[in-house]
């Protein structure tokens, strides 16, 4: 396996590509509430990405995806199809997942919202799972191994008896949207690929409220759980530096610092 470093040059576009992934995320937050369609979210951010951004929503006919984001409701694991019969109400959650392509480099991150008022289950769902993603981030350095990130986060979210999706994974990313490593959300410490500054990686646990086990739609795009219970997702790229880590899709919400 060849995981790719990253030049000086290369990091500073990681960094532009990033901090677009991060303005969407918070520019959508918005325009999420009752009432309002998945296909809506996704005209917004399309028109966002190419006319105020100028650059391109990665996912637009990725291996035949046919909208610029990934709208992933309640029980959808990831890869959602954003549609216009598709309202939100609340209570509702939605994974909104972007990946913004500038200069030749991507910049991918989601987070999951709640829609309104959420249940007490949703939202210490959501918690649980940002907090897997931040345990994952904080043993990224050099040295440290993959199973490092995916034992952090099995740890926490089945601690808290929730369950972790392993179809689907995080991966490294740069000039290539879905390159290597996979970034396993489960695993033990020590081992996998042992990590080195410059490398550009995705982290993105997906943690189910009831069992891991998932299936997909006839779509061939969609995943939900097949217990059909809540799911939620939370995203960052991520960048290895010498001393520990970058979070290179940082927003002002994120409550840990963007660099150890």
């Known amino acids: 396996m060849t995981v790719e470093i990253k030049t000086p040059d290369e990091i500073e576009k990681m960094r532009a590509a990033g901090a677009l992934a991060a303005a969407q995320l918070t520019m959508i937050g ?83 919202f709640i829609v309104g008022k959420g249940s007490v289950l949703a939202e210490r769902l959501i918690r649980i799972c940002q907090e897997c993603l931040y345990r994952g981030i904080k043993t990224v350095r050099p040295g440290a191994h993959l199973g490092d990130i995916g034992h952090a986060i099995q740890t926490h979210a089945e601690r808290n008896r929730f369950s972790v999706v392993r179809e689907f994974c995080g991966h490294g990313i740069g000039r290539i949207f879905h390159d290597e490593p996979q970034v396993l959300h489960y695993g033990q410490p020590g081992t996998g690929i042992e990590l080195s500054p410059g490398m550009t990686i995705t982290i993105e646990p997906m943690i189910n409220a009831g069992k891991k086990e998932v299936r997909l739609l006839p779509d061939n795009w969609t995943v939900v759980t097949k217990d059909h219970k809540l799911t939620a997702q939370w995203e960052h790229t991520i960048l290895v530096t010498e001393t520990g880590y970058e979070i290179l899709t940082y927003r002002s919400d994120d409550t840990i610092p963007r660099c150890s």
Do not use: M, W
């Open 30 to 112: 918005a325009h999420v509430k009752p009432g309002v369609s998945t296909g809506e979210l996704d005209r917004i951010c399309h028109e966002y990405t190419v006319n105020i951004q100028k650059a391109t929503p990665a996912p637009l006919n990725y291996r035949g995806f046919p909208k610029s984001i990934c709208t992933s409701v309640n029980h959808v694991v990831c890869h959602g199809i954003p549609s216009d019969e598709k309202i939100l109400k609340n209570g509702d959650i939605i994974n909104i997942d972007v990946t913004p392509r500038k200069d030749g480099f991507h910049g991918d991150s989601s987070k999951t």
